[in-house]
């Protein structure tokens, strides 16, 4: 089945160090690939996406690319702030008739420090 | 602020309680979706809607019991719970059901006592 793996946390850096989340998935097909963050004491939010190789989804700073050789969606960011720190969530999506099925991998905790 | 709104932020209810769980989402999105988060965990999948109707049950036991009353809605009830039900619940909800994100709550704290 599929299944989503992700480097276990904490991960700790200061403030303006340089962020990389690894995520490795296994699936059948094409999914889409997703990385969602939660804030403490809220639902998960959607960060970026790609739909397909090579695709790089990107948004406030984050980049991940969608890399079908090496079955990686790896999360990175140049420099953190202390407002990043959250827990993020490695996904694919399979979507069919009965719904968009997300597989999340168990999530890494980032603490930034000033 | 989330675009997909739960209510209540907390509840806590006793084995013997029967209590619902709302969600509601004003973005024309035709699948929902209700996922379990228990503590330093990922979420798990629940049930999905598509189009008012069920199309994914996970195997959940039938002390919760889903509706969805109108493509804007979805409920979750829950009669007979036990401690170890204890978790935060999300709703969700996405455009279509292929490639679509979906958008996420903030969630129900429940604490069966």
């Known amino acids: 089945g599929d299944s989503v793996t992700q480097m276990e946390g904490p991960v700790t850096l200061s403030e303006e160090a340089f962020l990389t989340i690894n995520c490795t998935y296994t699936?059948?097909?094409?999914?889409?690939l997703f990385w969602y963050v939660q804030y403490p004491g809220e639902g998960l939010q959607l960060l970026l996406k790609?739909?397909?190789?090579?695709d790089k989804g990107s948004n406030k700073g984050f980049e991940a690319t969608y890399r079908k050789e090496t079955t990686s969606f790896h999360l990175e960011k140049g420099s953190v702030q202390v407002s990043d720190s959250a827990v993020y969530f490695c996904?694919?999506?399979?979507?069919?008739?009965?719904?968009?099925?997300?597989?999340f991998g168990g999530g890494t905790r980032l603490m930034v420090k000033p | 602020d989330t675009e997909v709104t739960q209510t209540p932020k907390h509840l806590v209810m006793g084995m013997t309680n029967k209590k619902s769980l709302k969600c509601e989402q004003h973005?024309?999105?035709?699948?929902m979706y209700w996922y379990k988060q228990k503590a330093k965990k990922p979420p798990e999948l629940m049930f999905v809607?598509?189009?008012?109707?069920?199309?994914i049950n996970e195997s959940v036991p039938s002390r919760f019991s889903p509706e969805c009353p109108n493509s804007s809605l979805l409920n979750l009830h829950l009669h007979a719970l036990q401690p170890e039900d204890s978790a935060l619940y999300l709703c969700?909800?996405?455009?279509?059901?292929?490639?679509?994100?979906?958008?996420f709550g903030n969630g129900t704290r429940l604490t069966v006592t």
């Open positions: 969700a909800s996405s455009q279509d059901l292929r490639d679509s994100p979906l958008h």
């Open positions: 699936a059948t097909g094409y999914p889409s």
């Open positions: 790609a739909t397909k190789a090579d």
């Open positions: 996904a694919l999506g399979t979507g069919s008739n009965a719904g968009n099925m997300l597989t």
């Open positions: 973005m024309g999105h035709r699948a």
């Open positions: 809607y598509s189009y008012e109707k069920l199309s």
